[in-house]
């Protein structure tokens, strides 16, 4: 089936770029491609990956140079529970 020929938001998830990336027969929305590969996100609904189960691995791109580089992580501080107020 070429890609040109599936609605926008199934493009991103033909053919399966990795086969770890997609639980089969998931029952959870963030199992799925369609809604992880999401178009209305431009780099898919970030909720959906985490570690080595990127983006990138997982969705197909529509421009045949790829995806450009994904933006830089997010490195998350935390506050040490004396500091805190109570």
């Known amino acids: 089936i070429p890609a040109a020929s599936l609605s926008p938001a199934l493009r991103r998830c033909w053919p399966v770029r990795s086969s770890g990336c997609w639980p089969k027969l998931s029952r959870v929305d963030k199992a799925s491609c369609s809604m ?3 178009p ?3 780099r898919g609904d970030p909720t959906c990956f985490l ?3 990127t ?3 997982c ?3 529509e ?3 790829g995806w450009p580089p994904g933006p830089k992580p997010v490195e998350v501080e935390a506050i040490p529970d004396e500091l805190l107020e109570e």
């Open 55 to 57: 983006f990138e691995r």
């Open 63 to 65: 421009d045949p140079a």
């Open 40 to 42: 209305r996100f431009t």
């Open 36 to 38: 992880c590969c999401d």
């Open 59 to 61: 969705c197909q791109s």
């Open 51 to 53: 570690g080595e189960w």
